[in-house]
């Protein structure tokens, strides 16, 4: 069984991480990175229980049984809403002690659009990192879909520490005219697999100099809310140019052109012990040419010996840092940051209250609003700083 517990490493540094599916396509995310990866902690979130009937997961959490009858939410995003907030002291219950949660979903249907940005205020509210890892609809979904999608992603926004999108559109090339859009969903699951099980490697595994869940947390935490990723797997001799060229080349980094104006960046390299300096020397000198003097790098090799004669990298950039937290980072970055920061004032980060000894106490809900919440981010209002 997938629990959530200390890592096989035994290293009490090793973080608890929970990879949460919502909603349909979230479902799908999750079963496949569960099956390839039984380690991996997954559990999946649905109002339809014909999809969380359907998919082989050991914990699967449904939602908003009184709200839609066990049937999906209908692309009706404030029924997902309301199906989570009647469910969410089960949501509650499964954050206890993660101290990462990955929610992966598609945004523009009624349950994952509704949900995920609930479930992001309830994590962050148990005092977990939240990444979120979200689909962007095709235009060919609609502009309804469209606008759907990016009120959601304003409303996660708020509470997650970090989003990465991966816009379906985006898994397109013109060459494709052939490919059918299960093959094009494929694609965007595929990368999300690969991010997260990278990820996981990247926290939990021994290395030389293996990137700790502080250096996550400082990227995530300071990020302006988005962040992109991308990872690159090759054997052989050329494997450290094979990589190098992928993720400069990767469609997640818009064909390398995030990089160029990337503020932070991670760098996770994964080899076995046959890896060579001259294989992170290329990776991380390719890279490093494309980034700006200012960038902040940090970087680490993990060693795996699954990993003979492979490499795989892992990059996480941030393109922007967030201003209110610009002192805090500072001093725990130990940099000084670059001049692109935005310098005129901001607002106040809508950012949750915790609950204290009162945190596991199940909410006050009132007309689907949690009445311990402070109003003002009940009802999003910014307040100037
Ligand atoms: N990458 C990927 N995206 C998908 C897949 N299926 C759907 N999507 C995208 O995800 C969006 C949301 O679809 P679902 O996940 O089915 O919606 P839901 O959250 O279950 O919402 P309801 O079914 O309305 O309750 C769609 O608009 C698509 O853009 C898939 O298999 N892979
Ligand atoms: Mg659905």
Redesign the pocket.
Known sequence: MNEVAPSRYGDVSVPRILVMG?????I??VACMHELNPELAVVGV???TK?LESAALDRIIHIGSVV?NGF?????VE??RQAVEKDSSAIRKQLRQVDLLILV?????????G?IPVITRIAREAGSLVLCML????KF?GEL?AEK?DNALKRIRTHADAIIR?P?EM?VDRTDADLSV?Q??????QL?KDGIFSLWRMLSQNGISRLDFASIHTMLRNCDGFCHFASAEAMGGDRGEMVADAILKHRLLNGGKVLSGAAGIIVSLTGGHDLKLSEVETVMNQLQEKLPKDTWVNFGIALDPMFQNRLSAIVLVAEQWKEPLMDDARSQMGFTFNRRLPIEQGELPLETVGKGRFANLDPTIHDSQDLDMPTYIRREIKLPR
Not at 72 to 76: I, M, N, R, T, W
Not at 105 to 113: C, K, V
């Open positions: 919502v909603g349909s396509s979230g799908q995310a649905d109002t339809d999809v839609t999906s939410a209908g692309g009706d029924l997902g979903g598609g945004l523009g249907g009624g349950t994952g659009s949900a689909t962007l609809p095709f979904e879909m999608s991966i379906n898994m299960e094009v969903f494929d694609r965007s699951q999300m």
